[in-house]
């Protein structure tokens, strides 16, 4: 036994936790980086109103490690407290001291689920990250489900065999893959079909061939901007409708291929403050060149996107 969580073989129950979950970015203020609570809330509003399923709040869309740990818990009760659709909530930390405490503040604040990824930074092995996911599962309440979270691009990513052991034990409730490696999706998914966990899909281009594999659902940060565009293509992909999900996925492609070209999350946060969320500035400066660029999408944006949310005549 490794806590209060089962261990044993029998298969997490899937269902609490699926279809389009909305990567939400964290709008702040421009002085102090402060996180803007009531910006906030109202994009809680406007993504329920779009039609996701759920909202994953203080992932790395949501630039958690530039916020407070009092600003992220406050954030995650509020959100909870306002949200019509379920709340999953990222407690990444630098420390399992730091994810501890801030999961069992998000406990109490109601979240539907816990979103893990390894301590970030420094680098460690598979020994050392499977054994933070032993010890973070022996101490939080085992009421939620808790979910791993690989984003091996940013920091320490999920090793196949921790994610074997941890997900066939019971341990965790299921992963959030946002790595973009087809391979390493394909694994889960195998082992999916042998124990019953929840598979979310991180990584937007990678969706479809998630869906068709067997996904759980999509935690998208392209949903924060156009949540429409998301929740189209994948009640297309659902239901099997090769002409909507070719339609759809060609906008997303468009959609990705110019965020792609800024750090991330920018041309996300762009694209949601320019309807009418501010998101507040950049959090490091852009060089002019890519100033230029963040200009020529704006416009494109503002074109763009009455062909995804046809209710739109013109963004903010």
């Known amino acids: 036994m490794f806590g209060r969580r089962s261990t044993s073989n ?55 490690l530039h916020i407070k740990p009092a600003e992220r818990i ?17 407690v990444s930390h630098s420390t399992l001291d730091g ?4 999961a069992d503040e ?20 598979a020994p050392e990250i499977t054994e933070f996911y032993r010890r973070f599962a022996e101490s939080v309440d085992n009421s939620i489900p808790l979910l791993l979270y690989n984003i091996p691009q940013f920091s320490n990513g999920v090793p196949l065999e921790c994610a074997r052991e941890l997900l066939s034990s019971g341990l965790y409730a299921g992963i959030k893959d946002s790595s973009g490696d087809q391979n390493y999706f394909d694994a889960l998914a195998a082992l999916k079909a042998e124990h019953n966990f929840i598979l979310m899909c ?9 869906v068709h594999s067997g996904a759980s659902g999509a935690v998208s940060g392209v949903a924060c901007a156009v949540p429409e565009l998301i929740v189209q293509l994948y009640r297309a992909l659902k239901q099997g409708d090769i ?29 949601t403050a320019l309807r009418g969320r501010t998101c507040g500035p950049p959090s490091v400066p852009l060089s002019p060149e890519n100033c230029a660029l963040l200009d020529q999408f704006q416009t494109w944006f503002r074109g763009w996107l009455p062909s995804v949310a046809p209710s739109i005549v013109k963004a903010r």
């Open 10 to 64: 029998e298969p997490a129950q899937e269902g609490s936790i699926g279809g389009v979950y909305a990567a939400a970015v964290t709008p702040h203020r421009r002085e102090g980086y402060e996180a803007d609570y009531g910006t906030m809330l109202e994009l809680v509003d406007h993504l329920a109103q779009a039609g996701v399923d759920g909202i994953c709040l203080l992932g790395s869309t949501g630039e958690f």
């Open 74 to 90: 406050r954030l995650i009760h509020l959100a909870v407290k306002r949200s019509r659709v379920p709340i999953l909530a990222g």
């Open 99 to 102: 994810a501890i405490e801030l």
């Open 106 to 125: 998000a406990v109490i604040s109601g979240a539907q689920g816990l979103l893990l990824m390894p301590p970030y930074f420094f680098r460690y092995q």
């Open 202 to 210: 991180g990584n937007d281009r990678l969706m479809a061939h998630a």
């Open 243 to 271: 002409q909507q999900t070719e339609h759809w996925q060609r906008k997303l492609d468009e959609f990705i291929d110019w965020i792609e070209r800024f750090p991330a999350p920018l041309g996300i946060k762009t694209a």
